[in-house]
C-alpha cells in the first residue's frame, strides 16, 4: 500500500512539473520593446518581465578616468545605479547627482550603467 501511495504521489509530483514546463518553443516569455526582444526562461512556467521604455541605462568611455552622464533622468543622490567595467576587472565609482550621473575608474574603460531607482 505504501509503495503505490508513493508512486502516486511521484507520478503527480512529475505531471505537475511537466506541466508548467516550456510552454513555448522555448520556454521563454517576453515581447519586443523599441526594437530589442525581452525575454526571460522559467523552469516552472513563465518568468515576469518587466520593461520599463524610460529606463535610464547606456555605456561610457572613460577618458583618463572619468566620464559625465547629463541625464534628467538622474534626479539625486539617492537614485539606485549599478555600474559594471565592461572592458576589465577594475574599480569603478558612480555617483549619481541632480541630472549626472559622475563615474571614475582606470584609463579608457568602458562602463555599461543603469538607474534602477
Do not use: W
Not at 519586443?32 to 526562461?41: L, W, Y
Request: proline share 3%; with cysteine.
Amino acid at each position: 500500500m505504501h509503495q503505490r501511495y508513493a508512486i502516486g504521489v511521484l507520478l503527480a509530483a512529475a505531471i505537475l512539473a511537466a506541466a508548467g514546463c516550456d510552454r513555448s518553443p522555448h520556454g521563454q516569455y517576453g515581447g519586443e520593446v523599441g526594437g530589442m526582444t525581452i525575454s526571460a526562461a522559467g523552469v516552472f512556467g513563465g518568468a515576469n518581465v518587466n520593461v520599463n521604455v524610460g529606463m535610464c541605462a547606456g555605456r561610457v568611455v572613460l577618458v583618463q578616468g572619468e566620464a559625465t552622464v547629463q541625464d534628467r533622468c538622474f534626479t539625486g543622490d539617492t537614485n539606485v545605479v549599478l555600474c559594471t567595467d565592461a572592458t576589465s576587472a577594475n574599480p569603478i565609482k558612480c555617483s549619481p547627482g541632480n541630472g549626472t550621473l559622475a563615474i571614475a575608474g582606470t584609463g579608457s574603460d568602458v562602463i555599461s550603467y543603469a538607474r534602477i531607482r
